[in-house]
């Protein structure tokens, strides 16, 4: 049974759960549960990620927390019990996953890796905070490492901000907004401060002078590598400060033995101390560690004779430095031990060994050497900082290594109270001693002692250096030989405080002798006491001490019978006369120097700091001695600060009349010695003496008249030096004063009460005296009203122990409001004044109401004044900050209510003002006065926003009412209202707070809400009947719009935890805005018509924000509006337009979506549908929800990554919707421009040129003057069109379109002649013949039309269910087009057929393409059927201005015949109608009308047929003149094909179909297409009898065996054919006449199909882009011949059976496109979607290898087939223009000058199309029969085929260069037999000389080569298929022929043309006719072409004849 919880109410889940049972809850791992019910090892409840929705789980997935459950029962809710700031970290951790991700997938990888660093710190740090073992210190350490963490990542990531105080994050309703603004501020300082790891921070007003932090340097000594020593050592390090030339630090000893370790084996590892106290000024100096080595053994290191073994001396060994300047950049990054090797030099000259570490530093390298590589010290150092304590805390291990602490030699910056210290520095300096006698001088020890008075020698008071325990003696080290050492060694005295006076110190002179004894001789010895008879210690000084003699039998046991004598020469002064008969004298000639430092807290050295501690003994010079006393250092007073305060009252009492104002000035001076940093921290010295120490009870008296007269005095004294300090020490002349009358009172039962107050009140007029005075005269009275404004606040807390709370209240009133009230311009005693107001604010006076109830009107008062004046803003933002942050936690008390009233009535209005103000100057950087901070205005704006929402939050009902009631006017009123909406829109507009202070900003949004609807009452009661005030309403409509459309407040867009969060705090603030702003809207009445259509944008702005209430609450405010015009205008045209308008701008901003479209329809129809004008109500939302559809297509193509097509099609789309539906001229040109950019982006200039059309066709050639609009200036109408031609023929230009710029040219020309602008005309008249230039000698590519189908209502709008037709780019073949289509739509799936789909297809959610290839039907058919246009020409309209496609599909009608499928394939044909010709505005347009027409099988037999034959014709028309062996392997692939297939079941799979009997009976209507397929068999037959005969002249004799078997298989094909037609030999028809004919075969006799009929012109032969690329059309000559005479299965196989199904008009009579009609089996067809062929696979399914010419292959390739035969039609070329010129019946050239005849043949351009076979390209040249006669029997050459731009100049005749093109050895052309692009070398031409002057232009043409009849239309020449005609032949053999090698001047591509595209590469199969090819191609490229001229024939020859006579004659032949 469930039963409800009772603890386990929260947890964590420790193991996902899938809730695989009944009503389980998923789980992941890591979420929290709120637990409700339990049940036998099962818990019910909600997870914390979805509350809304319960399930069970298993309890021991959960790991149980403690909890908070408030509110038990259904609605409780649950808090876990644990740090917030652990709470903190699981959510922001839990926040940060997703985003870390996403930084991986955004390849933000350093970001990455250094979050993920940070993450497991903060789950490190979460695990110590929740393992409870951590201090209290430790806590908060960590703490405070996790905030840095969390700030930081924070701000990485561009999450929101979160305010802390003491590492807790706020909650934002218990504190003022200012507190909150300031914790902003600090965070983001926190951040900025950790992200940039700055130490110091720019104090803010109000912030105490932070201490300096000490440094500290940690060094280890690791190891001291020597290997010569061979003795015990001593090395001393210290701190040396190079330009002060002296040791700044105490010396740290470490003993080592002569094996280099510790000589104390505890020492292991513990040879480490710590310099401490080194101020930031000391990290400045050029310090260095220096480390002096002390030997301990023999006099000489290498002289074992030097003294006997057991005597041990200190002996200078060496010295090593290192620059701490040098390491300290290191060691502050690495913040932890760094090694170092320190090099140990040993001194040259033992004199100079005390300077020996300033030489090492010096580099003075002839001092010092260093005896060996290896001598080293390793040590390690660190770098500390901070108090010793936090040292302690922070660095554990370092203290329990048994650290030698070592001091600053003095006192550090800052001394502590209770830092006892009492060490006496004294310094072995130098002695200069006599000879004696002997001839070496002396080896001179010192020992030193410290005696007490008494004689005996202190024990362990000589410290050598720290780390080693103090010893009671010193024995200085021996320089050898040395009469005038100098040690310079520093030795420390901690000398106990209690023995120091009387007690001395005694240095001993001994001479070491180095002899066998090695004894050392006691020769001389001196004294000093450390005391003088004064009482000072010894002065830090050098002391110069006198040497007595003695020797070693002098006693020292009285020691009294030397302190008698002078030590000194100041001691000898002061006592003279000295018995000469002592035992001791003194040597006059030898002198000892030593120095001293006293660091002692206990002792003096100062002489009147002594004197007054003893006043008593010099009674007659206390006035002397109190006015000595500004003199001693404050290190001295500081010492003796209690004793001397003591002394000072003392003094005071003995007699107050005389010392009274001394003792002050004491007093005064001792002060504010306290105030200086250094001795700041003796403040609670000073505190805790006068709580606990203080016993002058009669002092206040005298202190009040003191300080009383200092006041009085100010206004008369012209130098008030010491009234300034008195004033600056008040605070602690209070607290002397207060304490004094306590003691009094205490002891006296309360006396004298009243003359106290009486008192203190007169002194308090005594200060306000002071503060009124006019000091603006007066700059020391000016310093002193300061001094006194500063210190004011201090003594407050004082006044309060004596008095009540109102008391002082009142006499801090007074005092505030004694102050004048005029702000001084330009003088900083407002900036003092200010300050002291505002430590007012912030003391504890200030935070009782009974007190605030007092202060705060003269608080308020001095604000007011400043900021209606502007001035001194940044301190007065601070006051006003601390008033609200008090008020706001005094918000429980009653008389907060009064306060705050008192607040609005004085402040509102100025914050406004002020807001104003400073928001208008924003920008101007002298905004503000006053700043002491180089505070920003963005710092001030917030700091007094932050004031104005603190204000307005503490305001409730009362005080709004209070507000609204005290305006006297409506003016007013309308001014407060008009100002606080304007600051409220300021607010939202300039982002005051940073994007990330999100709790800011949403506090400020309900703090504006909250107070709109208090102030929207006002508004409708005072300004909507009568008094309707547009402006206050205009204002009050924005700034709502403004609220609602807030970054901060659009929820949609941030995480749901936060969601939840803000929505829980403070719900949807735009709906609640919304709902206020229809009520008022709702409130306006007949004053709405104000707002149309001026609100409407705003309106819709708000409309679009995506939350459903609002858009709701709002979308009904149109049907208002248009009500509302309509009962106005009759109309509601403004509402139209401005929707329209505002609308389309919105929408492309990013707003809006599919549901707003779908609820404003919604709601408006709804509305509308009771209005009398419902029609055109509902006409024009329904247009309006239509735009939107169209907005939000064109917007989410435009911002996603969408491809161009997408992009132009939405822009087309929404562009025609604006033209065609409603009419808005304006929105259709800015959409032209959008879509001329697109299309100019992605260089479609063509597409760019007519779009940019559409605006100048709406222009006229007029004078009207324009405005200016876009990036169009004002001018008139005539000039922005002439601009818009220019342009737009440009872009023609640029686009190869010179066709359609011709026109716009002639329309400019019009217009300039018309204006008489014979410049512009002459200029655009040049444009328009370059542009016919460019049309005949640049070369254009023929692009592919591809159909598109997208199916599926995934698709946009504007593509859904429709099909298109594309026009693809330059070399984009089906392939590349259909890849292109799927990236564009990635979820799209491509059909693999071509059948129309159905509705499931149509109706689904998904998006399916279906794209195959389509003819275009060219409409200009009548320049396609003109004879003499350039193929260039036809070109150009096959492909432009084309609405009309077409492409066929194979199926089966009727029972399928396995035998022969030929019978019942039938082909579809669909024609395809556009909306739009192409090209246009677009590349594609949409289907507008599709037709099927079906093709019986019988009729597309014919066709293939007949495509055959056209192909064999013109291929053979190639070869047929060729007099030599030149390589014919294509005519022998394309017979062989043909041949081969017709005998194997080719042509007899049509005759078994056709001619059967039973089909003849059952079609009787197919008679006469039978007779037709009938011909064109027998024609076949002809034109392969003619091939054979061409190709038996030029067959190789290796390949003779193939030629005969083709002969055979011929006859066998003939046979068959007369067999199944025998009646048809004759010709009972025309044709059929042809056919029998002997006469020679001419082309148009050949033509089954008139060269004008649109089968012929269908696909004209294109220069096809995508047969540049082809890959299969390099490879189609390459045929594996087999033992069989089949073709085998080489993949070309498949392509040649595809070529003869549907012959492709990209290879229509090129080289490559070869037939194969055979039964052999081809490769199965791969799919067209990854086919390499150039077949031009049209549909996506598998691209078939068609049968229409093929009808034996077996059944498997049958589906391909089918799928084959919908591939276009063929393409054909007239091949009629190959035959151009006439001649005459002798065979003569008729009237043709040989000189023209040269410049005909000569100057033949090069035929710029790479994609034409010879064949094609026919038209283009002198057909070789017309010149048989005159030139003999050569062979021309081909032109050089070259892309090249530039015509070929013509050749001279040169009758002594007969070398021919056709010469191997010579030629360096290359190319692909299929691309038709030739590579030319210069080794080609034969004369590398200049080029002669062109002679091919119309001028040099001799005149009477023209004739009039050249325009007639001439019959054409025959084509002689017969090589029999012996006739013809003799006299081409009689005319000789020059040669015709290629030019040998080329004129280089002009650099400014595309670049000449790279030939396709050839790959051979046959090895064999390799070379054969190659010359087969050069006598391609080298043919010359003839020009285009017709010439006649002679009359009487007509086409049959021709042809009856050649058909006749190859019979003959036969």
């Known amino acids: 049974m469930w039963t409800p919880t009772e603890e386990e109410k929260y947890g964590v889940v420790t193991c996902s759960f899938r809730g695989s049972v009944p009503q389980g809850l998923v789980l992941e791992i890591g979420e929290t549960v709120q637990i409700l019910e339990k049940c036998e090892g099962w818990y019910r409840g909600v997870s914390t990620k979805k509350p809304n929705v319960k399930g069970i789980f298993p309890a021991n997935y959960i790991h149980l927390k403690k909890a908070i459950v408030s509110n038990r029962g259904q609605y409780e809710t649950v808090v876990p019990l644990e740090d917030s700031i652990v709470t903190e970290v699981t959510a922001t951790l839990q926040e940060w996953a997703s985003l870390w991700k996403q930084l991986y997938v955004k390849h933000k990888v350093d970001l990455f890796y250094k979050l993920r660093h940070v993450m497991n710190e903060l789950i490190d740090l979460r695990r110590q905070l929740l393992s409870g073992h951590l201090t209290q210190d430790q806590v908060r350490e960590v703490k405070r490492h996790i905030t840095v963490r969390l700030d930081w990542g924070n701000e990485h990531l561009g999450l929101d901000l979160v305010p802390r105080k003491d590492f807790e994050v706020v909650d934002s309703d218990q504190i003022s907004v200012s507190d909150l603004y300031k914790m902003h501020l600090s965070s983001r300082q926190s951040v900025q401060q950790s992200t940039s790891q700055v130490d110091t921070m720019r104090p803010r007003h109000g912030e105490p002078c932070r201490m300096p932090v000490p440094h500290h340097f940690f060094l280890s000594l690791k190891s001291f590598t020597y290997n010569t020593i061979g003795e015990d050592t001593d090395v001393f390090f210290s701190l040396y400060d190079v330009r002060e030339g002296k040791q700044i630090s105490e010396r740290f000893l470490v003993r080592l033995n002569k094996n280099g370790g510790p000589r104390n084996p505890e020492k292991i590892e513990r040879m480490c101390a710590l310099f401490t106290d080194l101020s930031s000024k000391d990290m400045k100096r050029d310090l260095y560690i220096v480390a002096h080595v002390i030997r301990i053994g023999r006099m000489l290191l290498n002289d074992s004779k030097k003294g006997p073994a057991h005597l041990h001396y200190r002996r200078p060994y060496g010295c090593a430095v290192l620059s701490i300047l040098d390491v300290l950049q290191s060691l502050t990054e690495l913040k932890e031990e760094k090694d170092f090797v320190l090099k140990v030099y040993t001194c040259n000259n033992e004199g100079e060994w005390s300077q020996i570490h300033e030489n090492i530093i010096r580099k003075s390298s002839a001092k010092y050497s260093a005896p060996s590589a290896s001598h080293g010290l390793i040590i390690s150092l660190q770098l500390l900082r901070g108090d010793m304590e936090q040292i302690r805390r922070e660095n554990p291990m370092i203290f329990n290594r048994g650290l030698a602490i070592t001091r600053k030699l003095g006192f550090p910056d800052v001394i502590m109270p209770g830092d006892i210290r009492n060490d006496l520095y004294l310094t072995l300096e130098k002695g200069d001693f006599e000879r004696g006698g002997k001839s070496v001088q002396k080896n001179i020890e010192v020992t030193m002692y410290v005696l007490y008075a008494d004689g005996e020698i202190l024990k362990d008071c000589i410290s050598l250096g720290s780390g080693e325990p103090n010893r009671s003696s010193y024995h200085s080290f021996v320089l050898y030989h040395s009469n005038s050492p100098r040690w310079g060694e520093i030795v420390k005295l901690p000398i106990p405080i209690d023995r120091f006076r009387g007690s001395h110190l005694r240095f001993e002179f001994r001479h070491c002798s180095t002899k066998d004894k090695g004894e050392k001789k006691l020769f001389g010895f001196a004294f000093s006491p450390l005391m003088r008879d004064d009482g000072t210690t010894l002065s830090d000084d050098i002391h110069e001490l006198y040497v007595y003699k003695c020797d070693e039998n002098s006693t020292f046991n009285n020691h009294a019978l030397y302190l008698g004598l002078p030590c000194c020469k100041e001691d000898y002064n002061g006592c003279p006369n000295i018995p000469s008969s002592l035992i001791f004298q003194r040597s006059t000639k030898e002198s000892f120097f030593i120095s001293t430092q006293l660091s002692s807290t206990k002792l003096t050295q100062n002489v009147d700091l002594l004197a007054l501690l003893k006043w008593k003994a010099f009674p007659d010079r206390i006035m002397d001695i109190l006015g000595r006393l500004r003199h001693v250092s404050g290190e001295e007073i500081v010492k003796f600060l209690q004793d001397i305060l003591d002394t000072l009252f003392v003094i005071l009492d003995d007699n107050t009349e005389k010392y009274g104002l001394l003792v002050f000035q004491s007093l005064v001076f001792i002060i504010n010695l306290l105030r200086d940093i250094k001795y700041f921290h003796f403040r609670p010295v000073m505190d805790t003496y006068i709580q606990k120490h203080f016993a002058g009870a009669l002092a206040y008296k005298e202190l009040i008249r003191c300080l009383k007269w200092y006041m009085d005095c100010s206004a008369e004294l012209i130098r008030q030096d010491h009234i300034q300090e008195a004033m600056r020490a008040l605070e602690y002349l209070f607290k002397f004063i207060v304490q004094s009358r306590i003691l009094y009172s205490r002891a006296t039962c309360g006396m004298e009460e009243e003359q106290f107050r009486s008192s203190i009140q007169e002194l308090f007029h005594s200060i306000r005296f002071v503060l009124s005075l006019d000091s603006r005269n007066s700059e020391t009275l000016l310093f002193t009203q300061a001094a006194l404004l500063n210190s004011f606040p201090t003594i407050f807390d004082e006044l309060l122990q004596m008095f009540t709370v109102q008391e002082v209240a ?117 905004a503000v006065r006053g700043q002491r901070c180089p505070q920003c205005t963005a710092e001030i704006t917030g700091e007094y926003v932050s004031c104005l929402l603190s204000l307005l939050r503490q305001m409730c009902d009362t005080h709004y009412q209070h507000l609204l009631d005290n305006f006297q006017s409506k003016d007013e009123l309308k001014e407060f209202l008009l100002k606080i909406f304007c600051v409220f829109r300021n607010l939202m507009k300039m982002s005051v707070f940073p994007r990330d202070w999100m709790v800011m900003r949403l506090l400020t949004s309900n703090v504006i809400v909250t107070t709109v609807q208090y102030l929207s009452s006002a508004l409708h009661k005072n300004f909507t009947e009568t008094d309707f005030d547009f402006k206050v309403w205009n204002s009050y409509f924005s700034l709502a719009v403004l609220f609602i459309n807030q970054p901060s407040l659009q929820l949609e867009i941030i995480t749901s935890a936060k969601r939840k969060k803000i929505l829980d705090k403070y719900g949807d603030m735009r709906v609640m805005m919304a709902y206020e702003l229809f009520s008022m809207w709702q409130n306006l009445g007949e004053h709405k018509i104000h707002f149309i259509p001026g609100m409407i944008g705003p309106f819709l702005g708000v409309t679009l924000v995506p939350q459903p209430e609002v858009r709701n609450i709002m979308i009904p405010i149109f049907h208002d509006m248009m009500d509302w015009e309509q009962r106005k205008n009759g109309n509601f045209k403004q509402v139209e337009a401005e929707l329209i308008d505002k609308l389309d701008s919105m929408v492309s901003e990013g707003k809006g979506d599919e549901s707003y479209r779908e609820l404003f329809g919604l709601l408006l129809l709804e509305k509308i549908e009771q209005e009398t004008w419902r029609e055109t109500g509902i006409s024009f939302v329904t247009s309006v929800t239509r735009l939107m559809e169209r907005l939000l297509d064109y917007r989410d193509c435009m911002k996603g990554e969408e491809t161009e097509n997408k992009k132009v099609g939405c822009t087309v789309n929404l562009m025609n919707f604006y033209k065609s539906e409603i009419n808005k001229e304006e929105m259709y040109i800015r959409y032209i421009h959008k879509l001329c950019d697109m299309h100019l982006q992605a260089e479609n200039y063509t597409e760019a040129a007519f779009t940019l059309l559409l605006y100048c066709e709406l222009l006229q050639w007029e004078e009207r003057p324009l405005r200016e609009f876009l990036h169009y200036p004002s001018q008139t109408e005539w000039q922005r069109k002439e601009g818009l031609c220019r342009k737009i023929i440009h872009y023609f230009s640029k686009g190869k379109s010179w066709e359609f710029g011709i026109p716009l040219c002639r329309e400019l020309a019009c217009q300039y002649e018309s204006l008489y602008d014979y410049q512009s005309l002459s200029w655009i008249r040049k444009m328009e013949a370059s542009y016919y230039d460019s049309i005949m000698e640049q070369q254009r590519l023929e692009p592919e039309f591809f159909r598109v189908g997208f199916y599926g209502r995934k698709f946009p709008f504007f593509l859904r269910n429709k099909e298109y037709v594309c026009r693809g780019h330059d070399y984009e073949r089906l392939e590349a087009f259909q890849q292109r289509m799927l990236s564009e739509f990635p979820q799209a799936v491509a059909m693999q057929h071509p059948n129309h789909p159905d509705d499931t297809i149509l109706q689904c959610d998904a998006q399916y393409l279906q794209i195959y290839a389509v003819t275009p039907i060219p409409d200009c058919m009548d320049v396609l059927q003109m004879d003499r246009v350039p193929d260039r020409v036809k070109s150009f309209y096959r492909v432009n201005n084309v609405r009309k496609f077409r492409y066929d599909r194979p199926f089966h009608k009727g029972p399928k015949d396995k035998e022969n499928e030929f019978k019942s394939l039938w082909i579809e044909r669909t024609t395809l109608t556009l909306t739009h010709s192409l090209p246009g505005i677009s590349r594609w347009f949409e289907v507008e009308r599709r037709e099927l027409v079906e093709v019986s099988p019988l009729e597309n037999a014919i066709q293939v047929v007949e495509n055959k034959n056209q192909e064999l014709r013109a291929l053979i028309g190639q070869y047929q003149h060729r007099q030599v062996h030149g390589n014919i392997n294509l005519l022998s692939m394309c017979l062989n094909g043909v041949i081969d297939a017709a005998v194997n079941g080719g042509v007899a799979r049509y005759q078994e179909a056709f001619f059967d009997k039973d089909y003849i009976t059952k079609h009787p209507g197919d008679a006469e297409k039978i007779a037709q397929l009938k011909e064109l068999m027998q024609e076949q037959v002809h034109i392969l009898g003619v091939g054979l005969a061409v190709h038996e002249k030029f067959v190789h004799p290796e390949m003779r065996p193939l030629h005969k078997k083709l002969i055979d298989q011929f006859q066998m094909m003939r046979a068959s054919l007369y067999h199944e037609f025998p009646a048809c030999s004759g010709s009972s028809t025309p044709r059929g006449s042809v056919l029998a004919s002997h006469s020679p075969v001419s082309p148009e006799s050949l033509k089954m199909t008139h060269r004008h009929s649109p089968m012929n012109l269908m696909g004209t032969g294109r220069h096809s882009s995508s047969s540049l690329s082809s890959h299969a059309s390099s490879e189609a000559g390459n045929v594996v011949m087999l033992g069989d005479g089949s073709v085998g299965e080489a993949p070309e196989d498949l392509y040649h059976h595809m070529q003869l199904a549907s012959p492709n008009p990209r290879y229509q009579g090129s080289v490559t496109n070869v037939s194969v009609l055979s039964s052999s089996q081809a490769s199965p067809s791969s799919s067209s979607l990854s086919s390499t062929h150039s077949a031009p696979s049209q549909m996506i399914a598998s691209a078939p290898s068609s049968a229409r010419g093929s009808p034996s292959l077996p059944d498997k390739y049958r589906h391909a087939r089918e799928m084959m035969l919908l591939l276009p039609t063929h393409r054909d070329r007239p091949s009629s223009a190959m035959y151009p010129a006439a001649i005459l019946e002798n065979g003569q050239l008729p009237n043709f000058q040989p000189a023209l005849f040269q410049q005909v043949i000569g100057a033949c351009k090069p035929c710029s199309d790479p994609n034409l076979s010879v064949a094609e390209k026919g038209h283009y040249s002198l057909h070789f029969d017309t010149f048989h006669h005159p030139l003999g029997d050569t062979p021309p050459a081909l032109p050089a085929r070259t892309l ?128 054969d090819e190659g010359v087969l191609l050069r006598e391609e490229a080298e043919r010359p072409r003839g020009l285009h001229r017709k010439a006649s024939l002679p009359p009487g020859s007509t086409k049959e004849e021709q042809a009856r006579l050649a058909w006749e004659h190859g019979r003959g032949e036969q």
């Open 810 to 926: 009142e006499f801090v009133r007074g005092t505030l409001g004694s102050m004048p009230s005029t702000v001084h311009i330009g003088q900083s005693m407002d900036v003092v004044k200010l300050q002291s107001i505002a430590r007012t604010v912030d003391s504890r006076l200030f935070s009782f109401s009974e007190s605030r109830r007092i202060l705060l009107p003269v608080v308020l008062h001095h604000i007011h004044l400043h900021l209606r004046q502007q001035k001194e803003l940044l301190i007065c933002s601070g006051i006003l900050g601390s008033i609200f942050s008090i008020v706001k936690t005094s918000s429980l008390e009653a008389d907060v209510m009064e306060e705050v009233e008192m607040m609005v009535e004085s402040l509102l209005d100025v914050l406004l003002q002020t807001l104003l103000t400073i928001m208008s100057k924003s920008h101007a950087q002298e």
């Open 1844 to 1971: 090249r731009k530039s015509p070929l100049h013509p050749i001279p005749a040169s009758p002594t260069s007969p070398q021919s093109g056709l010469d191997g050895s010579n030629s360096t052309l290359s190319g692909s037999a299929s691309s038709g692009v030739s590579s030319l070398s210069e080794s080609n031409f034969g004369h590398p000389s200049e080029a002669p002057p062109r002679t091919d232009t119309m001028d040099s043409m001799p005149s009477q080569a023209w004739h009039a009849d050249e325009d007639l239309e001439p019959p054409y020449l025959p084509v002689h298929y017969s090589l029999s005609e012996s006739a013809v032949l003799d006299s081409i053999k009689a005319q000789p022929c020059r040669s015709h090698s290629a030019p040998g001047c080329v004129i280089p591509q002009d650099p400014m043309d595309p670049p000449a595209l790279p030939p396709k590469p050839y790959h051979p199969r046959l090895p064999a006719l390799e070379h």
